[in-house]
């Protein structure tokens, strides 16, 4: 088995290496003059150029180049955190902690959480923010540039600090090695990562004897106070920067995000830091802050939360502010309800501060307290389903361009509505109390920070990569890699969320091997993860040196539907100035917001009356239909009960599954509500991108797909001929359902003049 700590750092080293081959051989790629336009980057390596970069980019005030700083770093530390991961989930491939050991998989555990919290996503998003957030203001620059370098700067010791103890352990191993047991190794052997779990309960942070926790901790502070005076600093530019023509209600809705995720990080961030200094003098002191005969243990669980889950939103609001301002550019349309988005970003902004205590349900608070906490985490549900709604509007009738970034935002919002149901339900007491414990936890908070942070992150990076390095990126690669990356992303986390249902505990090494197949595919997921973010490197980094220069501003032709917006104006004037490309104009130009539906995307605010009226005549013509379609069904059913292929069994499970009287009659009545409501709705829904040109053959289509649900749901152990009859039979019944449904539309639309 090879040395995990050994392992982790020559994995990171590796990718850092790669980087760099990638980037020498892109700049050498076949790249010729012609004629002075930007075409070739030269990689120059000598002592003059590594010193004139050093003191550029460490003196910098420039609020894109700190920007960038941020972006690089926070990416770097992103790849570390992310080797951890990987780590954990290949130790997850067999039920007994044999591939590392339970001590490695705990400081795994650790790390990864801390490092992918405070040093990989704001920092991202702290970069995106002070890149393009001038931009987008109009300003010249951030209110207080050197507060915004030192308060970057603060943030690489601030990792070294946290991480201090791989770093130690594995200087020892290697000076162990050359030359054997000294004072120096001894020294650097002192140190090893701690195991503690990420969210550094006491009393166990106390009591263990491992320095590093000091560093930690101290790194941790030091993070804190970074990330508190770039806040400062977003909230002062928000306010005082902004061009004359940017009104309250003009400011584009990621600023409104920034703005709103700084004021939780102003408030949020400095209790965090003073929790870690009690936990510190607890250490180190003696005190009795955290102690059962001082302020208790759970005296650092209420600071620690009311702390985490602003951080949950610190995190989660700059990427939803990406992915309203990202989804209209590539649907044709302006963002449908800004202002409704806007309050509900303040209101997450609000509540976020009344729901910490829903993680310690299982601690034995007060029932009442309980019922509180449970009340408030439920009603932050509502401005995020606001938002939900909102982008899925935005969607409805625009013209639709399947770009990497739009392939990304339209799977955030699939993986977001998955983590915010299965949220809803850990709200609830009976159910935290029962799953707090498992891999539901794990599968629910990693849908949101994997499904929806990390996506908009590379989708900003997509959309804007052209303004950042002048030169466009493989977009083919960019599709693949978006792909890849959701199919990953949802299987790993989805699986995850089962798991947790069937009540696998999580926070273990080993586990029972009956969970093993599920823990295999979770892992092979997380697998294509890693892929995807490589690929996603590859093609930042090759086409940064190796790509083709931009010779048009309006590089996602958003001229044409109105949305050339502020950001990309500037980067058209820099194209002028720099390399003298002249501003373009579409043939034909559109509003992105129109009531006119034969000239653009309809305003649908405008168009809510007959909108409803269509809903209702739908949703009346589709039950009738499914009523027809359940009722041939029926016909063949009962063919297949008199043969002995079908039994009643099924019925009467389906009606117990809901806690229903167990009865064939009780069943039989759920099953035709089903048909006549939830089938005919979907198929309402989808049939247009159902082969088939009639309704008919679309039903027969729709019948065929869903047969498959249905073969499972309704099988009592069938065997031999039996189940191949139950089989066959299945799908006839279900082409019958498909042609019932589709005649009884048809007849509608013909006629009754029903337009379905």
């Known amino acids: ?45 000598d002592i003059a150029s590594v010193r004139a970069g050093l003191e550029r980019w460490t003196t910098t005030t420039n609020h894109r180049e700190i920007g960038l700083l941020y972006i690089a770093f926070g990416t770097l ?12 989930r290949t130790e997850l491939l067999v039920p007994a902690a044999s591939v590392w050991n339970e001590p490695t998989y705990n400081e795994l555990f650790t790390a990864h959480g801390i490092t992918m919290l405070f040093f990989f996503v704001t920092p991202i998003f702290f970069g995106i923010g002070n890149y393009f957030l001038p931009l987008l203001l109009g300003a010249d620059d951030m209110a207080f540039p050197r507060l915004n370098a030192i308060g970057f700067w603060m943030l690489p010791p601030a990792l070294l600090l946290a991480r201090a103890g791989l770093i130690s352990e594995v200087t020892a191993k290697i000076l162990g090695s ?89 408030f949020a961030f400095p209790l965090l830091g003073s929790a870690i200094v009690l936990l510190l003098l607890d250490r180190n002191v003696g005190t009795t802050f955290y102690a059962v005969e001082g302020g208790g243990p759970l005296l650092w669980q209420h600071l620690f939360w009311f702390f985490g889950h602003p951080e949950v939103y610190i995190i989660f609001l700059p990427a939803a502010g990406l992915m309203s301002l990202i989804l209209p550019k590539f649907c044709g349309r302006t963002l449908f309800g800004y202002q409704f988005v806007v309050y509900s970003t303040l209101a997450i902004g609000v509540l976020s501060f009344g729901v910490w205590a829903h993680h310690m349900f299982v601690t034995g608070m007060d029932p009442r307290l309980r019922a509180g906490f449970m009340v408030t985490t439920i009603a932050i549900a509502v401005p995020s389903a606001i938002k939900v709604f909102n982008w899925m509007t935005t969607i409805w009738d625009g013209t639709v361009r399947l770009t990497a970034p739009m392939i990304l935002c339209v799977a955030s919002i699939l993986t977001f509505v998955i983590a915010g149901v299965t949220g809803i339900f850990l709200a609830v007491v009976p159910i935290n109390v029962t799953y707090h414990g498992t891999y539901y936890v794990v599968g629910h908070f990693h849908l949101i920070v994997m499904g929806i942070i990390p996506f908009m992150m590379f989708a900003a990076s997509y959309y804007w990569y052209p303004i950042i390095t002048d030169r466009l990126f493989d977009r083919r690669l960019a599709r693949f890699q978006a792909t890849l990356l959701v199919v990953g992303s949802t299987t790993t986390f989805t699986v995850l969320v089962i798991l947790g249902v069937l009540e696998l505990p999580r926070r273990y090494a080993d586990y029972p091997p009956a969970y093993a197949p599920l823990q295999q595919v979770a892992t092979i997921g997380a697998y294509l993860i890693g892929i995807s973010v490589l690929l996603w490197l590859y093609n930042m980094l090759w086409s940064y040196w190796a790509g083709p220069p931009v010779d048009d501003a309006d590089v996602w032709n958003l001229k044409r539907t109105e949305q050339f917006t502020r950001e990309w104006q500037w980067f058209e004037r820099r194209l002028e100035d720099d390399y003298g490309i002249k501003p373009s104009e579409p043939a034909t130009t559109r509003p992105a917001s129109t009531t006119d539906p034969t000239i653009g995307s309809p305003s649908i605010s405008r168009q809510i009356r007959p909108l409803v009226g269509s809903v209702t005549e739908n949703v009346f013509v589709g039950a009738v239909a499914g009523l027809v379609g359940t009722l041939l069904m029926t016909a063949v ?120």
């Open 1 to 45: 088995m090879p040395d995990p700590a050994l392992l982790r750092v020559s994995l990171f080293v590796a990718i850092l290496l790669g980087c760099l081959v990638i980037a020498h051989r892109a700049s050498r790629h076949g790249a010729r003059p012609d004629g002075g336009t930007h075409v070739r980057r030269d990689l120059t390596v």
């Open 77 to 88: 530390a992103g790849i570390w955190g992310g080797i951890d991961g990987m780590m954990m």
């Open 178 to 266: 050359l030359f054997g047991e000294n004072a120096l190794v001894n020294f650097f052997g002192a140190l090893s990562e701690p195991g503690l779990g990420w969210t550094l309960y006491v009393p166990l942070s106390v009591q263990t004897a491992n320095p590093q926790i000091d560093l930690l901790l101290l790194g941790l502070h030091l993070s804190g106070i970074a990330t508190t005076l770039a806040a400062i600093n977003f909230i002062v530019t928000i306010f005082y920067e902004r061009a004359g023509d940017v009104t309250w209600a003009r400011l584009d809705i990621f600023s409104w995000t920034i703005l709103t995720t700084s004021a939780l990080v102003v």
């Open 637 to 756: 059913l009962a063919v297949g009960v008199a043969i002995g292929v079908f039994h009643l069994q099924a019925f009467i499970e389906l009606a117990a599954l809901i806690g229903a009287p167990e009865r064939a009659s009780v069943g039989y009545a759920l099953f035709v509500l089903a048909g006549s409501t939830v089938w005919p709705l979907l198929f309402l829904t989808i049939a247009r991108y159902l082969p088939g040109r009639t309704p008919i053959a679309r039903g027969l289509s729709f019948a065929t797909i869903v047969t498959s649900g249905f073969l499972l749901a309704f099988y009592t152990g069938q065997a031999g001929l039996a189940l191949v009859g139950y089989v066959g039979l299945s799908i006839l019944a279900h082409w019958a359902y498909g042609v019932g449904l589709g005649a009884a539309l048809d007849y509608a639309t013909y006629r009754w003049d029903v337009e379905v």
